[in-house]
């Protein structure tokens, strides 16, 4: 189970940086070759709910808002509940086979997961709380720090770049989060064998 999660957490990064590195390349070309108007039409192409596509645009606001887009907006937001949810699937199939059956929150389920460590306050046990504690924070708290997340990034066993969390601060997705928390995951898989 622990290699098909690493396989899913190494393929999940790949092909965010694989879209990362595609971008710039692709506007680049795209503003080298100036339509007419000196914009670009995407309506249509993709649901009118995604704003960044939408509508008529200068090449220079395109690139901008993709540019956005990838390096601390959507894209990385995204990247990072795919993590989440490759993770969730490794704890759901793992307490299936132990024939726990643990269905709930993904706190209920971490927390059963903890049943099944020689040590449940170990220091990837620590850190994935951490994890938890920002992802509820971008998806129930409009990404903004509360109490609960402040604490959790209070651990020593964090890096020193994720410890100093203040109530209210905005949680923005980054590369070298995404790389953290990926890393992390792995790395608390390992100690859960069948």
Request: charge should be neutral; glycine fraction near 6%.
């Amino acid at each position: 189970m622990h290699s098909v999660l690493k396989s899913d957490v190494s393929n999940t990064l790949q092909q965010y940086f694989e879209i990362k590195a595609v971008l710039p390349l692709g506007l680049t070309a795209l503003m080298q070759s100036r339509l007419q108007t000196n914009t670009v039409s995407f309506s249509g192409l993709v649901s009118e709910d995604l704003e960044l596509f939408s509508g008529k645009r200068t090449s220079r606001e395109l690139f901008e808002k993709i540019i956005r887009f990838s390096d601390n907006g959507s894209l990385a937001y995204n990247i990072f509940l795919t993590q989440i949810s490759n993770l969730e699937r490794f704890c759901g199939d793992y307490l299936s086979h132990k024939q726990v059956g643990q269905t709930g929150t993904l706190g209920q389920i971490l927390n059963a997961m903890k049943a099944h460590t020689s040590d449940p306050e170990n220091s990837e046990i620590v850190i994935m709380n951490e994890i938890l504690e920002r992802r509820n924070c971008l998806i129930h708290n409009h990404g903004l720090a509360n109490q609960k997340y402040v604490t959790a990034s209070q651990s020593p066993h964090l890096p020193s770049q994720w410890r100093s969390a203040t109530l209210g601060q905005s949680l923005t997705m980054i590369s070298d989060y995404i790389l953290y928390a990926s890393e992390s995951i792995v790395r608390y898989s390992q100690q859960f064998t069948i």
